[in-house]
């Protein structure tokens, strides 16, 4: 896997380099972002759920409640014109608190889960590199591509249950990661700029070690690659150039 990996970060930096001497070559040159110029920025998000009585596919009856949060600030440095390299700090924090859910199969496998709490929170820093492609004569819109190389982790634990009932479980995460992201900028004056972003390729490292109750442990490793269009990491942000 490791190889996987270098060698799709090679095809895409020559892939990068490629189009940007491509671009320079055959088409008139265009600046969008000065060689020079500091970009920093960051994205936030919030959410959160209320479920009382809700039912859902074979969840019936769901009393739960909860939320999440998501913060990333962006620096970068324009080292050439339309070229750019700088560093991205992800946070999140996860709730979840369900007190009563049935969950139905059938008519004669039917089971109550409730008491379950869990929270989780997650953490990673990322090198970026972004390469510029302004649309037309304009001054205010491009497109971009970002590659991402991120490494992370993330804390959990789960309870379930009552007094002498309850049980628990503690898990630490650690994850290597490498992606191209591409997006959109829009400048709504002369510093400010909404960014939309949106994954299409990853290829994710990871390892998980839980401890149960205090006395069992187990570790799971995992690999994963997406090639297609990620709906699920949709971002949105906003962008100082200075």
């Known amino acids: 896997m490791k190889k996987l990996l270098f060698i799709l970060c090679l095809a895409c930096t ?6 940007q001497d491509f671009h320079q070559k055959k088409l008139p040159p265009k600046v969008f972002v000065p060689k020079g110029q500091w970009i920093t920025g960051s994205s936030v998000s919030y959410s959160e759920h209320t479920e009382n009585n809700y039912d859902l596919l074979i969840f019936e009856n769901i009393n739960a409640d909860g939320y999440t949060f998501k913060v990333s600030p962006m620096f ?17 924090r996860t709730l979840v ?21 869990q929270l989780k929170h997650s953490y990673s820093a990322m090198a970026i590199f972004r390469n510029y492609i ?18 992370g982790g993330s804390q959990s634990k789960v309870a379930n249950g009552r007094g002498e009932a309850l049980t628990g479980t503690y898990s630490e995460s650690t994850d290597l990661s490498f992606g191209v992201t591409p ?5 709504i004056n002369n510093y400010t700029a909404v960014e939309v972003s949106i994954g299409v390729l990853g290829v994710n490292l ?20 997406n090639f297609k269009i990620n709906l699920f990491s949709i971002g949105l942000g906003i962008a100082f150039y200075l």
């Open 134 to 151: 302004p649309l037309g004569e304009s001054k205010r819109f491009a497109i971009f591509s970002e590659t991402q190389l991120e490494i």
């Open 97 to 117: 608190r369900m007190d009563e859910t049935q969950l139905n199969l059938d008519d004669e496998n039917q089971f109550d889960v409730n008491n379950i709490y």
């Open 183 to 187: 997006g959109m900028v829009a400048f």
């Open 206 to 225: 990871g390892k998980t070690k839980q401890v149960t109750n205090q006395v069992e442990t187990g570790t799971v490793s995992s690999t994963t690659a």
């Open 76 to 92: 970068a440095y324009a080292l050439k014109d339309n070229m750019a390299i700088g560093g991205r700090f992800k946070y999140g």
């Open 14 to 19: 020559v892939m990068v380099g490629y189009a």
